[in-house]
């Protein structure tokens, strides 16, 4: 079932190209990955040091493979340095679980 990954994080006010470019390097790593389907990063409008990545991915699989993936641990522990807090992870799947 189509899968949605909502991923919140707080980045502190220095190093936005840093962080911008890890977050584009990751997106570009995800992008060769098996089930991956796209990705947006927003911004938000009330608090610019808070940024939310929502990926779109085939299947939950895919995902878990992909999050759990030595590479994607190494991008997290680059990104964690610039980060506030922990990311927030929220995952949801496209459709009804009632079979609908």
Known sequence: MLTKVLIKRRFRKENEREI???L???RAKAMGIPGYVSG???ISAEDPQT?????????LDHWLQ????????????MLEVYQEQP????VYLVGSPFGE
């Open 20 to 22: 911008l470019h890890l």
């Open 87 to 90: 990311a927030e992870y929220e």
């Open 24 to 26: 584009n390097e990751l």
């Open 51 to 59: 940024m939310l990545v929502i990926g779109t991915w085939e299947k």
């Open 66 to 77: 992909w999050k759990d993936s030595a590479e994607r641990k190494q991008f997290e522990a």
């Open 40 to 42: 947006i990063t927003m």
